[in-house]
């Protein structure tokens, strides 16, 4: 079993900046997808920055140029600094990982709680 745990949303004004940190912790051997989605009321969830199985990054379009995804592979952090906030970011932000739990080829999915930011505008 493993968990994510995110912090650092809150409440900014337009055009300014946060920092997102999603901790995991339980049995990891490697990540194979790692990243972010966010869900805004009233809308489906959708994907905002993901490191992909061969190390790459994505990006949705409407944050490129803005976000940007890292990780800490010693702390199995990954992180999402948001510049240049607009009010449509405002969302629920959700942490992502497929995660193989041991040198065999099984995967499974998990999934942060959530971690509420809202952009003022």
């Known amino acids: 079993q493993v968990q994510l745990v995110e912090s650092g949303g809150g409440l900014v004004q337009a055009g300014g900046s946060l920092r997102l940190s999603c901790a995991a912790s339980?049995?990891?051997?490697?990540?194979?997808?790692w990243g972010w989605y966010r869900q805004a009321p009233g809308k489906q969830r959708e994907l905002v920055a993901i490191f992909t199985s061969g190390g790459s990054t994505n990006y949705a379009d409407s944050v490129k140029g803005r976000f940007t995804i890292s990780r800490d592979n010693a702390k199995n952090t990954v992180y999402l600094q948001m510049n240049t906030l607009k009010p449509e970011d405002t969302a629920v932000y959700y942490c992502?990982?497929?995660?193989?739990?041991?040198?065999?080829?099984?995967?499974?999915?998990?999934w942060g709680q959530g971690t509420q930011v809202t952009v003022s505008s």
């Open positions: 992502n990982a497929e995660v193989r739990p041991s040198s065999s080829l099984t995967r499974y999915i998990y």
């Open positions: 339980g049995r990891v051997f490697s990540f194979n997808i």
